[in-house]
């Protein structure tokens, strides 16, 4: 008996130490960070806290960073819509130079900043639909720099009125181009793009966290 109790201290003290560098470590990073081990296409009744999080700082970069392309790629669709449209004037410099704005943040530019474990966020708008449907994220990213591409080509045609050229009233004109041309599928052009955009904000895009 004497013997047994001895061997039981013995046990009690040589674990002591793990225990107690277990309970004490100089972790100071994100306490928000729950990651996930399983399957990351098959999580249909995992809580969102147990979803992959990047630390806090970076994913308030991210999320900042794609919330500011986001902002300028709405001021560039709504200064096309005013020029297109024949609002306060058409300038087709100024138009190409908004649809390329456009697709140059828009495809890789536009994705790369949706990191999965970016989206959870106090500032997010991402919605959790977003986990395991990365592809057809950046699929739609991918369609949305197509799009502005194709409607750059468009605007910097000149067509004549026999290939069926659209004459803006002279109103509507900005500049020296009193007449100016345009095809009469720039405006196909431009709803495809707004399309694209509706469509992606319809799927990913949700009420802040």
């Not at 300038?91 to 989206?119: C, M, Q, Y």
């Not at 959870?120 to 708008?125: E, P, Q, T, Y």
């Not at 197509?146 to 750059?152: C, S």
Request: hydrophobic share 35%; charged share 25%; with cysteine.
């Amino acid at each position: 008996m004497f013997n047994f109790k001895k061997l039981l201290i013995l046990c009690l003290l040589s674990i002591a130490p793990l225990n107690l560098a277990v309970a004490f470590n100089f972790d100071f990073g994100d306490n928000d960070y729950h990651p996930y081990w399983g399957n990351p296409y098959f999580r249909p009744i995992t809580p969102y806290y147990y979803m992959p999080q990047l630390p806090m700082y970076d994913r308030s970069t991210l999320v900042r960073r794609r919330q500011e392309q986001m902002s300028h790629n709405a001021d560039a669709m709504s200064e096309l819509e005013e020029l297109l449209y024949g609002r306060y004037g058409f300038d087709r410099a100024e138009a190409i130079k908004l649809a390329k704005k456009i697709e140059l943040a828009s495809g890789r530019a536009l994705s790369k900043n949706f990191h999965p474990g970016a989206v959870r966020d106090m500032n997010s708008h991402t919605t959790p639909t977003y986990w395991g449907n990365e592809e057809t994220f950046r699929a739609n990213a991918l369609a949305l720099q197509q799009a502005a591409r194709e409607l750059a080509i468009e605007l910097e045609k000149k067509p004549t009125v026999k290939e069926g050229a659209v004459l803006l009233n002279k109103r509507w004109t900005a500049g020296k181009d009193d007449r100016a041309a345009v095809s009469p599928s720039i405006w196909d052009k431009y709803n495809n793009l707004s399309n694209t955009c509706n469509s992606c904000h319809q799927s990913f895009r949700g009420p802040s966290w």
